[in-house]
């Protein structure tokens, strides 16, 4: 049984954010009320204590900021963190109270990348400043062992292929990454996608919407390129994963289809499917699931940190 808290949630969404993501088709639009709505409610969930700081990364064409959870003794370890948005939007607020929630968890700081987003930068303007905010890391002197990669939705994505961007590199590989909900599958042909299109509070299909993200983002580009569609790239050297997914989401089986490619490469990859919850519901600190979520996060970093 799910907590009040998130039937009431998903209420809101169902009635609130999925229909107008069907009907707005300005990109300006949605921008202008994303912005709103983070400024506001976004900047509320923002711990109290949490610290900020602009992160200087010299010819980075994109904007990170250090962010940890207040606490006056950090371990060396450090988070890679990718917002999602659907590669478009932004809610810095709310972004930096769940990753401000998850450094406090793991005693970490971590650097959230603010990449280009399209259609302004298309694909694969965002992958290129995953594997810049990288390697900058360790030319500050952080080992590959103490950086744990991490992100939510398009972000989540966009974590794993900055993976396979730094295997493909010959760069060391992170310890371990953490992956909320991500967006793996830009071909859009998974069986959830339709499956749960009525069950998913948040997200409308993509032929529902009045304006498609993944045409803005990918252009001519094949959705089923493994830099833009991680799920289709080769796991090999891979470090372990831990994924959270509600089964009410249309992005399931990205998640579902994640195990299976670990199986095949013999790398780690937890799974944890949990039930009727909002797309990324982590975001949310009223709710007891995203607390509870984000503990579980925390021990699996711990487990491979130490």
Same mark, same amino acid.
């Given at each position: 049984?799910?907590?009040?808290?998130?039937?009431?949630?998903? /209420?809101?969404?169902?009635?609130?954010?999925?229909?107008?993501?069907?009907?707005?088709?300005?990109?300006?639009?949605?921008?202008?009320?994303?912005?709103?709505?983070?400024?506001?409610?976004?900047?509320?969930?923002?711990?109290?204590?949490?610290?900020?700081?602009?992160?200087?990364?010299?010819?980075?064409?994109? @904007?990170? @900021?250090?962010?940890?959870?207040?606490?006056?003794?950090?371990?060396?370890?450090?988070?890679?963190?990718?917002?999602?948005?659907?590669?478009?939007?932004?809610?810095?607020?709310?972004?930096?109270?769940?990753?401000?929630?998850?450094?406090?968890?793991?005693?970490?700081?971590? #650097?959230?990348?603010?990449?280009?987003?399209?259609?302004?930068?298309?694909?694969?303007?965002? /992958?290129?400043?995953?594997?810049?905010?990288?390697?900058?890391?360790?030319?500050?002197?952080?080992?590959?062992?103490?950086?744990?990669?991490?992100?939510?939705?398009?972000?989540?994505?966009?974590? /794993?292929?900055?993976?396979?961007?730094? &295997?493909?590199?010959?760069?060391?590989?992170?310890?371990?990454?953490?992956?909320?909900?991500?967006?793996?599958?830009?071909?859009?042909?998974?069986?959830?996608?339709?499956?749960?299109?009525?069950?998913?509070?948040? #997200?409308?299909?993509?032929?529902?919407?009045?304006?498609?993200?993944?045409?803005?983002?990918?252009?001519?580009?094949?959705?089923?390129?493994?830099?833009?569609?991680?799920?289709?790239?080769?796991?090999?050297?891979?470090?372990?994963?831990? #994924?959270?997914?509600?089964?009410? @989401?249309?992005? /399931?089986?990205? &998640?579902?289809?994640?195990?299976?490619?670990?199986?095949?490469?013999?790398?780690?990859?937890?799974?944890?499917?949990?039930?009727?919850?909002?797309?990324?519901?982590?975001?949310?600190?009223?709710?007891? @699931?995203?607390?509870?979520?984000?503990?579980?996060?925390?021990?699996?970093?711990?487990?491979?940190?130490?």
């Amino acid at each position: 049984m799910g907590s009040w808290q998130a039937d009431l949630l998903n /209420l809101q969404l169902s009635v609130g954010v999925k229909p107008a993501l069907k009907r707005l088709k300005n990109i300006n639009t949605i921008r202008n009320l994303l912005h709103l709505s983070d400024s506001s409610v976004g900047r509320a969930s923002v711990p109290w204590g949490t610290a900020r700081e602009t992160a200087d990364i010299p010819q980075a064409e994109f @904007e990170a @900021e250090w962010i940890n959870g207040g606490k006056q003794r950090v371990k060396k370890q450090v988070i890679l963190y990718f917002p999602g948005g659907a590669f478009l939007f932004r809610t810095p607020y709310m972004h930096a109270g769940l990753v401000s929630r998850l450094t406090k968890l793991t005693d970490t700081h971590a #650097l959230m990348v603010h990449y280009r987003l399209a259609p302004e930068h298309p694909f694969p303007a965002c /992958l290129e400043d995953g594997l810049v905010a990288y390697n900058w890391l360790l030319e500050q002197g952080f080992n590959a062992d103490d950086i744990i990669v991490a992100g939510d939705s398009a972000g989540g994505g966009l974590a /794993l292929s900055t993976l396979l961007a730094i &295997s493909d590199s010959k760069l060391p590989m992170p310890k371990c990454a953490y992956l909320m909900s991500p967006l793996l599958d830009l071909s859009d042909s998974a069986p959830s996608r339709w499956k749960n299109a009525a069950s998913d509070s948040s #997200l409308p299909t993509p032929h529902q919407r009045a304006f498609n993200p993944r045409l803005a983002y990918l252009g001519e580009f094949d959705p089923r390129d493994p830099r833009a569609s991680p799920i289709y790239g080769d796991f090999n050297g891979l470090p372990p994963i831990y #994924l959270q997914v509600s089964d009410s @989401e249309l992005l /399931l089986d990205d &998640s579902v289809r994640m195990a299976r490619r670990g199986h095949i490469y013999q790398t780690e990859i937890v799974v944890d499917v949990w039930h009727k919850l909002p797309h990324v519901w982590q975001l949310f600190p009223f709710l007891p @699931e995203s607390e509870q979520a984000l503990q579980k996060a925390a021990d699996f970093i711990l487990r491979h940190t130490h």
